[in-house]
């Protein structure tokens, strides 16, 4: 947590605590931490498709859809999310 409080905006940091608390089962956690990532860089590719993958496991299909469209500005070839957005 010391990383954190050093600097609340790195997202490798964020990412690598909502991966830490997804392999810990901390459903809340994980969600909290990919959010925060996307606060602190909304462009950031990485962030939003992990938050849009667990968005999308707890069903909230809108909220993902959000996510999916900030992958493709950010990676415009990725075929995949022209699927997850169209589906």
């Known amino acids: 947590y010391e990383v954190i409080e050093a600097n609340p905006y790195d997202i490798s940091i964020l990412l690598e605590m909502a991966s830490a608390a997804k392999a810990l089962g901390y459903e809340d956690a994980e969600l909290v931490y990919w959010k925060s990532a996307v606060a602190a860089n909304i462009k950031d590719g990485t962030a939003n498709r992990r938050l849009g993958e667990a968005l999308e496991l707890r069903e ?16 415009p070839k990725d075929m995949e999310i022209d699927r997850k957005i169209h589906n």
């Open 60 to 75: 909230k299909y809108g909220d993902a859809i959000v996510c999916w469209h900030r992958v493709k500005a950010a990676e």
